[in-house]
T-cell receptor
Framework: RKEVEQDPGPFNVPEGATVAFNCTYS??????FFWYRQDCRKEPKLLMS???SGNEDGRFTAQLNRASQYISLLIRDSKLSDSATYLC???????????FGKGTHLIIQP | SAVISQKPSRDICQRGTSLTIQCQVD?????MFWYRQQPGQSLTLIAT?????????ESGFVIDKFPISRPNLTFSTLTVSNMSPEDSSIYLC??????????FGPGTRLTVT
């Protein structure tokens, strides 16, 4: 069974703080990894892909550990607008669709 | 990324009826998918919509309940057949690119009474 596990939170974080989310996946054949952001009553939007070497996009840093089957997302200098649900997502090889975690709910407080 | 639209955006239907949801993309895409997001849950893949052939369904989803059409590279439909209240959900289409990143339509919010 393909599973992606996340801490559902909520994480209540003061504005300007740094917050990190973790995610584990059970399908060792997963080849591609992503973080999506979903705002209330909206569709998920791609935040960033996660590469084996890690990647950074502004205040956001994603890391992948294949040996431990573990993905992380770090948000620095958090903004009120970062409040959302963050979905950890894995994709198997070929034309498989995406397997979503249940999401981590983040609330940035002023 | 492609611009994706879905129709209807929401509907309230009676049990036993069927609803067809349309997904339109503004450019040709190879991969199209249909997902379901039940209340308070994450997304679950229903099927991959294959252009010119039958859709590929995930475990737990069958063609008789969720028939899918994909007549060309910009359009797909998902029908929710013989609906029950358990089918109340948000249905989303997505399109994929060569990097395997997927982009989602705005979703169709379905309530079955």
């Amino acid at each position: 069974r393909k599973e992606v596990e996340q801490d559902p939170g909520p994480f209540n974080v003061p504005e300007g703080a740094t917050v990190a989310f973790n995610c584990t996946y059970s399908n060792s054949a997963s080849q591609s990894f992503f973080w999506y952001r979903q705002d209330c009553r909206k569709e998920p939007k791609l935040l960033m892909s996660v590469y084996s070497s890690g990647n950074e996009d502004g205040r956001f840093t994603a890391q992948l550990n294949r040996a431990s089957q573990y993905i992380s997302l770090l948000i620095r200098d958090s903004k009120l607008s970062d409040s959302a649900t963050y979905l950890c997502v894995c994709k198997g090889g070929g034309a498989d669709g995406l397997t979503f975690g249940k999401g981590t709910h983040l609330i940035i407080q002023p | 990324s492609a611009v994706i639209s879905q129709k209807p955006s929401r509907d309230i239907c009676q049990r036993g009826t069927s609803l067809t949801i349309q997904c339109q993309v503004d450019s040709q895409v190879t991969m199209m998918f249909w997902y379901r997001q039940q209340p308070g849950q994450s997304l679950t893949l229903i099927a991959t919509a294959n252009q010119g052939s039958e859709a590929t369904y995930e475990s737990g989803f069958v063609i008789d309940k969720f028939p899918i059409s994909r007549p060309n590279l910009t359009f797909s439909t998902l029908t929710v057949s013989n609906m029950s209240p358990e089918d109340s959900s948000i249905y989303l289409c997505s399109v994929g690119d060569v990097a395997y990143e997927q982009y989602f339509g705005p979703g169709t919010r379905l309530t079955v009474t």
